[in-house]
């Protein structure tokens, strides 16, 4: 059932609670008659109820203690018995209509832009990669100059302050390519950027990072311009895969250690 026939059954069960507080306002006993017709009315609910299984609701049944010593009306412990498990089930009802409104609403939220590129669950919905605190997604142009940087001047420093790393080289821009550029910086602590020679590849990586809120370092060599007027403590400029190594350890220590 969805919300709201879940709704017509909460205004069916306050509909039988109305009907028994009048009652009582105008009546000192509870006679049989009306507790079997209040009774009958709760129990063809809970059948309803029940046979869609949304929620399992027990049936509610007089016990032979239930009855006065005449036998002619119901006792008042077991009225406010009804009464109560009357109300726990509309209190049931209102949390299962809310878990129905919130899945509703998670459903019509607007996906991440970048979600069309994450793997899917058997229902097609994106599943959003796990984070890992201790990750690093490294981007440096598809040279043999950016492998060796990376190889030899950034894998060695985060390694050794703890940190696994990955090499999102930015050579093919297929199908995969996307989906692995988009997937690795998303889960990741934090991404590392070689702006050499300002690859475009390299700079669609960097905007989707800053897209996304991921904190970025970015480095370029001290003989090439600094990306635009940018200039700000995540730019370290090197000469060597030495400067990278000692300035990048600094860095992560000032900045990226818990």
């Keep these: 059932m969805d919300a709201a026939q879940l709704s017509e059954f909460v205004d069916e069960f306050n509909y039988i609670l109305g009907k028994i507080s009048k009652y009582q306002k105008n009546n000192q006993y509870v006679y049989l008659r009306a507790f079997d017709s209040w009774m009958g009315s709760y129990n ?16 509610f049944k007089l016990r032979p203690d239930d009855y006065s010593p005449t036998g002619k009306s119901i006792n008042k412990a077991s009225v406010v018995k009804f009464i109560k498990s009357i ?11 809310d878990e129905l409104h919130e899945a509703a609403a998670l459903q019509l939220a607007v996906p991440h832009p970048l979600t069309v590129f994450f793997t899917r669950d058997n229902e097609g ?11 690093v997604v490294v981007v ?9 940087l990376f190889h030899q001047g950034i894998q060695p420093v985060l390694e050794s302050q703890g940190f696994s790393c990955f090499n999102l ?21 934090l991404a590392i950027f ?3 020679g300002q690859s475009a590849k390299v700079m669609l990586a960097l905007g989707l990072a800053y897209g996304i809120g991921k ?7 001290q003989h090439e311009a600094p990306l ?15 400067d990278i190594k000692s300035m990048l350890t600094l860095s992560l220590q000032s900045n990226f250690r818990d």
Excluded: F
């Excluded at 919905?125 to 990750?135: G, K, M, Y």
């Excluded at 904190?215 to 060599?221: C, E, Q, S, Y």
């Design 44 to 59: 063809a609910a809970v059948e309803r109820l029940n046979a869609d299984k949304t929620l399992t609701v027990p049936l």
């Design 87 to 97: 109300n726990h089930q509309v209190l049931r009802l209102e949390e299962k209509i």
């Design 125 to 135: 919905q994106p599943l959003d990669p796990p984070a890992d605190e201790q990750r």
């Design 140 to 148: 440096v142009p598809a040279t043999a100059e950016g492998r060796l």
């Design 169 to 189: 080289e930015c050579s093919m821009l297929d199908d995969v390519g996307l989906s692995e550029l988009c997937r690795e910086p998303y889960a990741c602590r």
């Design 194 to 196: 070689d702006l050499c």
């Design 215 to 221: 904190p970025v370092i970015m480095l370029h060599p």
């Design 228 to 242: 635009g007027t940018l200039q700000n403590i995540d730019t370290l400029g090197y000469g060597d895969n030495a």
